[in-house]
């Protein structure tokens, strides 16, 4: 048991819960329907990825998961929902990037604690974010595209959905990194800056692979590189950032987590059954044809630390861009 761990099994005894108790109740668990908040809407990546793990994890745990979603607030109305659950193993946090790391360097108060208010149940997978242009554009690579831009300053458009979001934190870190000084243009969202490059509005755009796959596949955009540390499965031909721009990694990550209080053995049975899917050759696969890796990291002390390492990054990176919370 982590540190982290005991501690929120001491807070429930301190709120009149025996530790035979909470085993006790752990043993029993799942004897009814878990609930799965999602800070996104039905048919979004995050949704499609939690469905997927629910629809195998049931059997299993021998009770459905329950997807609830609650999207808006850029993550705020889900979390704070589930932060406000009880923490009985029954209504369980499927959480994004921005939910739990982002958020913080984006606004100056909130309803919520991402470090206080959930524990880690298991890291579920890297979604890696990529630039793109449409297939018919003279600009073949991200080298390309780089010296464009530089031999014309603040002329090129680099789409991406806002100066505030992933997408758009991501195409400020790129213009800095580069210096090529593209013209960052933000949109309502990233179907509508992918729609604009599609119709040579704008020269290229920063969105998640996984909205854009199909559309490379479909032959109607070109990947120039992804965001991930290294070349993604799948599309081993496209270069990576980080081969141009060292240490370059910045992907979104799907983390199952629970309410503070949770206990760890509810936990402990929660972590073992994911990675047990996330290992599995045709799951992996079957999420990767949505555009997310699935990442098995172990055990939730193992998430914890990856967290806890993403923070420290944001806060450099928040730092770099010159991003202020509001």
């Given at each position: ?54 629809d195998r994890i049931s059997k299993p745990l021998g009770q459905p998961w329950v997807i609830d979603n609650k999207p808006g607030g850029q ?159 799948g599309w081993e031909q496209v270069p990576a950032l980080s081969e141009l721009l060292p240490n370059f990694e910045m992907v979104g990550w ?5 309410p503070t209080g949770t206990p760890t053995a509810v936990i402990q049975k929660l972590n073992v059954e994911v990675n047990k899917l996330l ?48």
């Amino acid at each position: 048991m982590t540190r982290r761990h005991f501690l929120h099994t001491a807070l429930a005894t301190a709120a009149g819960l025996s530790t035979t108790t909470l085993w006790a109740q752990s043993a029993a668990w799942p004897d009814k329907p878990i609930k799965v908040v999602l800070s996104q809407p039905p048919g979004s990546g995050p949704d499609n990825v939690a469905r997927l793990l629910g629809d195998r994890i049931s059997k299993p745990l021998g009770q459905p998961w329950v997807i609830d979603n609650k999207p808006g607030g850029q993550n705020i109305i889900g979390a704070q929902a589930a932060a406000r659950s009880p923490a009985d193993g029954y209504t369980l946090y499927f959480a994004t990037t921005a939910a739990l790391v982002t958020n913080k360097h984006l606004f100056k108060t909130m309803p919520y604690d991402p470090q206080k208010d959930f524990v880690p149940v298991a890291f579920v997978a890297k979604s890696p974010f990529a630039v793109l242009v449409r297939a018919e554009s003279p600009i073949a690579s991200i080298q390309d595209l780089i010296a464009r831009a530089k031999a014309t300053p603040g002329k090129l458009s680099l789409a991406n959905e806002g100066p505030r979001t992933f997408g758009g934190i991501i195409a400020r870190l790129i213009n800095a990194r580069t210096k090529m000084e593209a013209n960052l243009v933000s949109y309502a969202s990233v179907s509508v800056a992918v729609q604009d490059v599609l119709g040579g509005h704008a020269e290229a755009v920063v969105a998640d692979l996984a909205s854009t796959a199909q559309l490379v596949r479909q032959g109607r955009l070109r990947l120039l590189a992804v965001t991930a540390g290294k070349r993604v499965a799948g599309w081993e031909q496209v270069p990576a950032l980080s081969e141009l721009l060292p240490n370059f990694e910045m992907v979104g990550w799907f983390a199952l987590m629970a309410p503070t209080g949770t206990p760890t053995a509810v936990i402990q049975k929660l972590n073992v059954e994911v990675n047990k899917l996330l290992a599995e050759p045709e799951f992996a696969q079957r999420m990767l044809t949505m555009g997310p890796i699935a990442e098995p990291l172990g055990g939730a002390d193992k998430a914890e630390a990856f967290l806890n390492r993403e923070h420290e990054r944001w806060a450099e990176v928040a730092k770099e861009i010159g991003l202020l919370p509001e």
